[in-house]
């Protein structure tokens, strides 16, 4: 026998049978769709700070490296100035400037 007043297909034994509707489902997606684009925001927020820090190492780095050439290019310049250079071979290497009778000129 079939009890009456009650629905015996397998949709009645779901828990929102009858109560769930197309704008509960449609609510539903829009707040999950709405969680996600607030998580993909804190994301996008966070990946956005952790380059631009690392954005600034890169820029202190270069900083360090451009002073570090600068004092090279000066040390660079100070050990070949000309008057350096001449001193040392006269005095180390023990170079003179010819004499005029020793410079021989050779023509092809």
């Known amino acids: 026998m079939v009890a009456q007043g009650r629905n015996t297909s397998p949709k009645a034994n779901w ?9 509960h489902v449609i609510l539903l997606v829009l707040i999950l769709m709405t969680l996600a684009s607030a998580l993909a925001s804190i994301v996008s927020t966070h990946q956005t700070r952790v380059q631009y820090a690392r954005f600034q190492d890169l820029e202190k780095q270069r900083d ?17 100035a ?4 001449e001193t040392i071979a006269t005095q180390r290497l023990d170079m003179h400037v010819p004499d005029v009778n020793d410079v021989e000129v050779i023509r092809p």
Request: glycine share 10%.
């Open 15 to 23: 828990p929102f049978a009858g109560r769930l509707r197309w704008r």
């Open 64 to 80: 360090s490296l451009q002073t570090a050439w600068g004092r090279l290019l000066l040390e660079e310049s100070t050990w070949s």
């Open 82 to 85: 000309p008057g350096r250079v």
